[in-house]
């Protein structure tokens, strides 16, 4: 079934005018849907959700409509003590009535209302952006603290669970063409040393679940800063976006990764690793901004291991990215030959970095907790 004749089918006034691929997002199929009736016009964003990624599509849009009422009723209840208009998207129904759209090929598509005059980042480009970035994280993840789990599916089993990823490593690094693509360069199996000298690292947060310091609670799961949304007239951030990964989980997955991907000037695809530093002003900013909204709720323990979450993430991701290259770069999509190595140098990179300046890192959380 065409785009174009899912969208006429979610409850949306008006007749069709055209359609726009939106973004540049690499998992699911979106486009800017643009309704006009004689006296209006109406603009909501449509997605074909990626089932090679999403398995079971209906279980994402449950959590995706439990979490979004939720989080809805809590901001409505604050509005009026708040210094902004907070938003998050709404899903929209059908025609009849469904939260989302099965065509014929099985393929899911679901209709979310537009944030409008709003901006992201590519990267963060001022300590007031890291603020907003911060702010925007913290608001999302204390006004759903108290989402029941009950009601939340795990639609992405092991995900950000670091020692699943080694184990992962360990199988593509026994297949013959893992140790062919390990030992065909120097760089490669200087990346291998790093890894077997940070073994001890990847279950620092699973062993603090497992011993009933960390709990679980609904996180976003994919905060990067490209899905903070920064109100174009205030300045201030007023929402996050792509509610895909929303899950139970420990928080401190989301606040690893929002870190990792705000405070690396670099960015993750650079070859230049002389430019791959942690920023901690930006980290600084960051913070400040996350605990002025997430400080209500964490706990002592959450507190503790939130030096170890920044870490951890930056190794994480830079181990998958590895695993992916020894493996033949099966699950992240290159556009040139040996795209994942760098990727996950970069990565490793930023988890140095994380280690040299951890004495700043820990000052700054101390000082803000």
């Not at 849907?33 to 074909?48: D, G, Y």
């Not at 620092?204 to 903070?228: C, E, F, M």
């Not at 430019?275 to 400040?288: C, I, S, W």
């Not at 830079?318 to 795209?339: H, W």
Request: one cysteine or more; a negative charge; aromatic letters at 10%.
């Amino acid at each position: 079934m065409s785009a174009s004749k899912v969208a006429t089918q979610f409850d949306v006034p008006g007749r069709l005018v055209t359609l726009q691929p939106l973004g540049a997002g690499n998992v699911n199929d979106t486009y800017r849907v643009i309704m006009r009736t004689t006296f209006s016009e109406e603009q909501f964003v449509l997605q074909k959700i990626n089932q090679a990624v999403f398995k079971d599509p209906a279980a994402v849009m449950s959590n995706m409509k439990i979490v979004t009422d939720f989080a809805h009723q809590r901001i409505e209840e604050e509005a009026e003590e708040s210094d902004r208009i907070w938003q998050l998207p709404r899903v929209i129904t059908t025609k009849n009535g469904d939260d989302y759209v099965v065509d014929e090929d099985g393929e899911y598509w679901r209709g979310l209302s537009m944030i409008a005059s709003t901006k992201s980042y590519e990267k963060v480009e001022s300590p007031e952006v890291a603020t907003e970035a911060g702010r925007v994280l913290g608001h999302f993840q204390r006004i759903i603290s108290e989402c029941p789990l009950d009601d939340l599916q795990d639609t992405l089993p092991g995900f950000h669970i670091t020692p699943d990823y080694l184990k992962n490593y360990d199988v593509a690094l026994e297949q013959e063409k893992g140790q062919e693509l390990l030992n065909i360069s120097m760089e490669a199996m200087r990346l291998g040393r790093f890894v077997e000298n940070r073994r001890d690292l990847v279950s620092v947060l699973q062993d603090a679940y497992d011993a009933g310091k960390l709990q679980l609670r609904p996180i976003h799961g994919d905060p990067k800063i490209t899905n903070i949304m920064i109100d174009q007239f205030t300045g201030k951030g007023t929402c996050i976006i792509d509610l895909d990964t929303v899950k139970p989980g420990l928080i401190h997955y989301d606040f690893g990764d929002a870190v990792r991907s705000s405070c690396n000037p670099a960015g993750e695809e650079t070859s230049d690793l002389s430019e791959v530093f942690f920023d901690v002003d930006l980290f600084e900013a960051l913070v400040k901004g996350y605990l002025r909204e997430a400080g209500a709720f964490l706990t002592e323990a959450d507190n503790q291991y939130l030096f170890d979450s920044i870490r951890l993430i930056a190794f994480e991701l830079g181990l998958r990215f590895f695993a992916d290259y020894l493996a033949g770069d099966v699950y992240f999509k290159t556009v040139y030959e040996g795209q994942n190595l760098n990727r996950a140098r970069v990565q490793f990179a930023l988890c140095e970095s994380i280690e040299a300046r951890e004495p700043k890192i820990r000052r700054v959380l101390e000082a803000h907790i």
